[in-house]
RNA sequence: GGGCGCAUAGCUCAGCGGUAGAGCACUGGUCUUACAAACCAGGGGUCGCAGGUUCGAACCCUGCUGCGCCCA
């Protein structure tokens, strides 16, 4: 059985994932692979995906996101659950508005040139010729999604999910409007939620201004001063005590204004005084509900003061240096630090500073929602992965505020509340007749675009109405996304999925069983990625110069849970490389014959045979168990090393003496075997590769529907892995001193080999380039490993300094041991407390340093003297 | 200002009570018939600092310093 009679398998010799990948995904979507039947009788297992937004394309972020849902999808439908991975997008009111106006702006038209109407109607056409071009990048990727369930937060039942909860949610009195202080952003015109405001520690400047003799106020916004209504003290100060009830007169504008006692007030800060603005600030807006003060608003919807002569028309911007001149001018300006650094508020989509502002807006009272959302995980129904992410997600929904789910924007969906001429206000729920008649008209606002992404994970499902998809995968399984937006959506999806489906009862209310979450990728640096700041990586280059798999693989390696993810391109090339090393070690297998059967009886089996099998096992239930617990980062690290340290440099290359042998046989079954679990289990992370070299393994159709690879414990087998192990060893040390000597990788010399390892001698000696003894062969060096002497014939030509270094090493290492192991030993606490095992194994380690020591120090004694 | 987290090899990170690990980078040697995107061998860390608990601490506790994140 010669293997040159062989055919030489179709793959060349370098890995090109170009050729593969694209026709690879075709073919799987073309034949329904990522399809799911909600009348299976199969268990689910759903995820959806966290929306990408309309207007976006694929970034590192969605790439990491995306391969652990992929691989956490791709393993369940390999272990024969229904697994549907939900697509879609959601409709980014803001960012997708704007992005149109921009568009419009070009051609100099406005929104307001062309109607509420025919502006929706753009916006539709964008997102038919321009939207979602993240959706084709996904494909790259390798995403299996199922694309004929795709949805779009816009879409007609999404949007009847929509005003079916609002309804009720309003008919609940948990919807309300009010008039309160709101984030406004003056560039998006439009109100933001709290947590679309990003923080940032800005340079300002902090005034001092003099209202009186008696009155000082500091402030960051001068120009509020404006539309100061109070000036406020804590009612215990005793400095100021006295003022409580009397008036100041503001400067510049001449109003009297009462000075109120208000606990809020902190009197370490500053004067102690601080000027109360109810209608552009939040504190002050509390103050000034408590002391019913007047709220006077001084700036329009773009941030110009609209009154107060000189000032009128001016931006706040530039009102802030006027008001502090017109002060100064009068001499009232006591103090001016500047720059000050103090906490600005920015939009998160803009980035223009936010302006706190008075404003008639919709809001959920989240109270007993989020209180609901905190008792789901408080009492197990739902789990954070990892789980010292809890208190994070404890300390948000328990101290929530409520939350602004109006936007002054068009693109969205229109809050469904009619005003009537009489004052009638109607919230019209998707069945409902709408209002007809003289006088009658909508809200104009539409809603935070989170509040049809909260629905997503049943809306997507055909949720109101009570679909086969929605009974058979709802709840979700797991929701999988990065922390950073755990208030985001994830709070929200736990409200509105544990309100929508209260009726169901507890456990099935719940949105997902699971919450698994990530950190966010950063540079090789550990720096956070941005446009900005010029670090941030176009996957799609990186998929293109190393493979969608070399990308995944690279990403899945440094997902520990809940942790930030770097990656640099040099990772992205060891991970193509190892891809690469696949390809390789299969291509081998092939040439060699290699194929899928059953396996043979042990007994028929050699030592390496038996080491590899059980090794694979131990490996396929190490996975087993990092999957289940969303270790991508440990599964991904475990299947690199077996497959190249233990498969590649071990298994295979003692394969090649056996395929010379009697045992060829064997070793194709063996080696079919392990190559084919071992790209099944990788294929969830790496599926294109694992997909071309499996189905040239195999030649069955596919892996993405192949049976996951269960661990056999009757497999193990410590005897196998203690004598590879020991030639493993032996091996090492041989090398160690043929590279000490300096003798060339090839290089043959002639050996004697003693005390044991006559089963796998003819794998040592080729493993070490060993021949064997000839006439006239004269041991000229040893190495000795344990109860083997490996006697060597150098020709005369020993380098008798390089094996006193190196024996001389070796000594040093054994003496530190044995002083290490002595140390305790001499302990009588040690003796006394430390557990009989541990005690024991300190024993073990000094016998065995001891007897090294003796035969090292020998060895180096029997050495030539003085040559070199 | 409040809360949380992190400081381990040149870089990025595992390890979280019993002799310090990985990947990449680095050094030396090899085109050894699957792979030079590879193979073989090697060097490299008083585990941020100071105390404490323990027979024993990178690992537990306290304080300090430096970074990061979230919230105000």
């Known amino acids: 059985m ?10 060349p010799s370098v890995y090109d994932p170009a050729a593969v990948e694209a026709p690879l995904y075709e073919g799987w979507v073309e034949r329904g692979y990522f399809e799911a039947d909600e009348k299976s009788d199969k268990p ?8 990408p937004n309309v207007t976006g394309s694929l970034h590192l972020g969605h ?70 071009r993240i959706l084709a990048q996904m494909r790259r990727l390798g995403d299996g999604v199922a694309w004929s369930r795709e949805r779009f937060t816009m879409d007609d039942g999404l949007s009847r999910a929509v005003q079916t909860i609002f309804k009720r949610l309003y008919d609940d009195e948990l919807i309300y409007r009010a008039e309160r202080i709101i984030n406004w952003c003056v560039r998006c015109h439009t109100a933001l939620s709290d947590i679309e405001v990003e923080h940032s520690d800005d340079d300002g400047e902090l005034v001092s201004i003099r209202y009186s003799d008696d009155v000082v106020v500091a402030t960051t916004r001068a120009e509020t001063m404006l539309g100061d209504t109070a000036v406020a003290v804590h009612p215990d100060d005793e400095r100021y ?59 329009d919807e773009r941030g110009v003061i609209t009154a107060h002569g000189p000032f009128q028309g001016l931006d706040r911007f530039e009102a802030r240096p006027a008001v502090v001149a017109a002060l100064r001018a009068e001499g009232r300006i006591v103090s001016e630090k500047r720059p000050y650094v103090h906490a600005v508020g920015h939009c998160s989509r803009c980035k223009t500073v936010v302006e706190p502002r008075l404003s008639l807006q919709w809001w959920v009272r989240v109270g007993p929602l989020a209180k609901a959302s905190g008792d789901a995980v408080r009492d197990g129904r739902v789990a954070i992965h990892p789980k010292s992410m809890e208190s994070r997600w404890f300390g948000w929904v328990d101290d929530m505020h409520d939350w602004c789910i109006s936007r002054q924007l068009w693109w969205g969906h229109r809050i469904p509340v009619w005003y009537g001429p009489a004052g009638e206000v109607v919230c019209v729920g998707p069945d409902d007749d709408v209002p007809t008649g003289e006088g009658w008209v909508q809200d104009e606002d539409v809603l935070d675009t989170w509040f049809s992404s909260a629905l997503w994970p049943f809306s997507t499902l055909g949720w109101p109405d009570e679909t086969p998809a929605l009974e058979k995968f709802y709840p979700n399984q797991v929701l999988v ?37 990530h950190g966010m990728v950063r540079d090789e640096r550990g720096k956070k990625m941005s446009k900005s700041f010029g670090n941030a990586v176009d996957p799609l280059d990186w998929m293109d110069a190393y493979g969608s798999d070399a990308l995944r693989f690279t990403l899945a390696r440094g997902a520990n849970p809940g942790a930030d993810v770097p990656i640099g391109e040099d990772w992205v090339q060891a991970s193509r490389n190892f891809c690469n090393k696949l390809w390789n070690a299969t291509r081998f297998a092939l040439i060699s014959g290699a194929r899928v059967g059953e396996l043979p009886p042990s007994e028929e089996l050699t030592a390496a045979d038996r080491w590899i099998l059980s090794r694979l096992n131990t490996v396929l239930a190490e996975v087993d168990a990092q999957f289940e617990d969303y270790q991508f980062a440990k599964l991904s690290d475990t299947l690199y090393h077996f497959a190249w340290d233990e498969f590649c440099d071990w298994y295979v290359e003692l394969a090649k003496t056996q395929l010379g042998g009697d045992a060829a046989e064997n070793t194709r079954l063996v080696l079919g075997h392990v190559l084919d679990r071992l790209l099944r289990v990788l294929h969830p992370v790496t599926p294109f590769v694992t997909e071309a070299l499996w189905t040239t393994l195999t030649g069955q159709e596919s892996l993405v529907v192949a049976s996951w690879p269960a661990a056999d414990a009757a497999r193990h087998d410590p005897a196998a892995e203690a004598t590879v192990g020991e030639l493993q060893r032996l091996v090492t040390e041989v090398r160690r001193f043929r590279s000490d000597q300096g003798l060339k990788p090839g290089q043959k010399v002639p050996a004697r080999v003693t005390g044991g390892a006559a089963e796998h001698e003819a794998a040592f000696r080729s493993l070490t380039r060993l021949t064997a003894p000839e006439d006239g062969f004269a041991a000229t060096a040893q190495v000795v490993v344990g109860a083997v002497t490996v006697e060597l014939d150098l020709s005369g030509a020993v380098d008798v300094e390089a094996e006193r270094k190196r024996l001389g090493k070796d000594l ?18 040690f003796l006394a407390k430390a557990p009989e095992s541990e005690v024991d194994k300190v024993r073990g380690r000094r016998t065995a340093a001891e007897a090294e020591i003796a035969r090292l120090e020998a060895q180096l004694a029997g050495l030539p003297q003085g040559a070199s």
């Open 2 to 11: 010669t293997e040159s009679t062989l055919p030489e398998p179709a793959l």
């Open 44 to 51: 689910p297992y759903c995820i959806v995906i966290p929306p």
């Open 63 to 132: 790439a990491f996101e995306h391969t652990l849902i992929d691989a956490l999808v791709r393993r369940r439908r390999m272990q024969g659950y229904e697994a549907l991975w939900m697509p879609g997008m959601d409709h980014a009111g803001i960012a997708t508005q704007n992005v149109v106006e921009r568009e419009l702006a070009k051609d100099g038209v406005s929104r307001h040139d062309l109607g509420r109407e025919a502006f929706v109607e753009k916006v539709w056409e964008w997102k038919a010729e321009s939207g979602g």
């Open 241 to 299: 005590k006295h003022l409580i009830g009397t008036e100041v007169e503001l400067p510049l504008t001449g109003r009297r204004i009462p000075i109120v006692g208000d606990p809020h007030v902190d009197p370490a800060f500053g004067t102690g005084m601080v000027k109360v603005t109810p209608a552009h600030d939040p504190n002050d807006f509390e103050i000034g509900r408590r002391h019913d003060l007047p709220m006077l608003t001084i700036m």
């Open 481 to 517: 996304t990065g922390y950073d937006i755990l208030f985001f959506w994830v709070a929200r999806m736990m409200m509105f999925g544990l309100y929508a489906h209260a009726g169901a009862g507890p456990e099935k209310a719940i949105p997902f069983h699971t919450i698994a979450l």
């Open 812 to 829: 040093a290492n054994e003496r530190k041991a044995l002083e290490q192991a002595l140390r305790k030993l001499g302990n009588e606490q």
